[in-house]
């Protein structure tokens, strides 16, 4: 538990010309050997924190510290971190092989083990074979993966991925997203691991920070961020989820689309505006008499594995629901829920009032 | 059909150039070199060429062409690669480039005048002790003339080629754990080669074949392939061995393009991976 972090960031700010603020006052602790994920939408300063850990650019204000070491100022190639970059970045003037060998030559390896790590390194991207290829004769998925060899063949103490499997199709970024989970639990190493997609965060992460503007606006593990989202940002950015304005009228009881409900929440003012989250699979459809709202189905999706289905109740509130149950377009139907399905969130709340609140109520139903 | 003979219509412009400015003179060089002095047909200049004193004037040439070169390469290298990183970086271009359109003679004159005998040069040697020197006719000021002249010529060149660079190729070196000289050496100076090609080309083989400058500002000092045809041509009227030279001196640049020629690896997308 006491365990030194790896990695920390002691209100890191960035700016640009003294103007433009990309990272504003970030603090936060990384633990060794844990995946780490940074989520969030476009230009929100993702790839900034990596550039930051890599030390291709320095903070404008505050420390980042490596082994509880101050490392503001050491260049990128005394740190023990690699990076796999968001685009690439592979020299194209030497072949996939070399590509590969690149860190292993400046550390003036000897040849058989070079050639040894980095055939191991384009097994593990399924690239055996590739060594003599061009980078110009690499498709883009190909080079992602050419990519990712290049950073782990160097065995640094932390692995950097900035979108690495952005440009691969649906299966194979699957395998990759095992196997990269998988290679991160058996090399025991930090990685952290940038992305767009909210899918991918919860799979392969041990946490997630989820970033919006400069900012972390939460971090926790999958499941905590999925159930309990801080805010209307993080609910609708981790997954689909009905978001509706609603009171707490006491401990407990939650009063919203014209209803009063149940709930595990407490902790907040009586009569305090909130609002609620309800995920869509978190809803059953049953007869309208059972329901404890009842909607009308608008449309209806088939997608794969569920029906979505997008309904309306009488105050005018989408409800999405995730089914295996077909409904039929136009039907009324009952929708169902748990009360602990009922996450209510309070307006701009801070990340440490609202751990605060939860832990004191909070039924240990998924603590580890 | 129509096309193909609107596109035979374009090429007569061009053709007719090639033809009349390209393919004649030399045709014309070639065929003048077959002749003595008397205009018998020989093949005595081509002999005469192997001399001591054509291979001496030849390697002489080499020699000064490679030095303008080499001291042009060393001083563009590096200022277009701070140019690239500078914030105007056009405008600093510009402004470097920009002496290269004033006429060669001109510059050459203000040259004479800067290290002239009351040039300001001597003026400050005189000033500061030294005494006043002779910079005018020396292998020095010729150089260094040269060099002045041919720099912005190797500079375009080379800092298109950095310009292109990827700049994440050199964050990836550094993250790899290269020192700023081996990312140098081993993704900057590999990538912005032909670059370096396409400078020593325009400079060297341009600097073989001085004579103006090497007439003004080395005087008799310094003897190019280029001043020995202006004086066969002009002085000695021997144009059968003026014309020798000037085939050599053809042969010498093509072989020169042959060895700077770009290569197609990595050519025109230099770093760019996408
Ligand atoms: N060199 C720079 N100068 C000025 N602004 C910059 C610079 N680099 C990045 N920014 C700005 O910083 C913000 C964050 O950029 P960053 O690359 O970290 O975003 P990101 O979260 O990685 O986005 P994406 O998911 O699109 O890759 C952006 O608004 C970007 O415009
Ligand atoms: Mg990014």
Redo the contacts between chains.
Sequence with gaps: MTQQPIIRFDNVSKRYNDDTTVLSNISFEMERGKFYTLLGPSGCGKTTILRLIAGFIEPSSGEIQFNGKKINEVPPNERQVNTVFQDYALFPHLNVFENVAFGLRIKKIKQAEVKRRVEEALRFVNLQGYENREISEMSGGQRQRVAIARAIVNDPEIILLDEPLSALDLKLRTEMQYELRELQQRLGKTFIFVTHDQEEALAMSDEIFVMNAGEIVQSGTPIDIYDEPINRFVADFIGESNIVDGVMIRDHLVRFAGKEFECVDAGLDTNEKIEVVIRPEDLEITSPERGKLIVTVDTQLFRGVHYELSTYDRDGNEWLVHSTRKAQVGDEIGLDFDPEAIHVMRLNESEEDFDRRLESYEVPDHAE | MQNKSTKALYLIPYGAWILLFVVAPIALVVYYSLFDIHGDFTFSNYKAFFSSVYLELTLSSFWYAFLITLFSLLISYPTAYFLTKTKHKQLWLLLIIIPSWINLLLKTYAFIGIFGQYGPINAFFAAIGIGSTQLLFTDFSFIFVSVYIFIPFMILPIFNAIDRL?P??I?????????PW?TFR??IL??TMNGVKSGIQVTFIPALSLFMITRLIAGNKVITLGTAIEQQFLVTQNWGMGSTIAVFLILFMFIIMLFTGQKE??GA??????
């Design positions: 990827n994440a190729l964050d990836a070196s550094r993250d790899l754990g290269a020192s081996t081993r993704v590999p990538l690896k990595g997308s230099v770093g760019k991976t996408k």
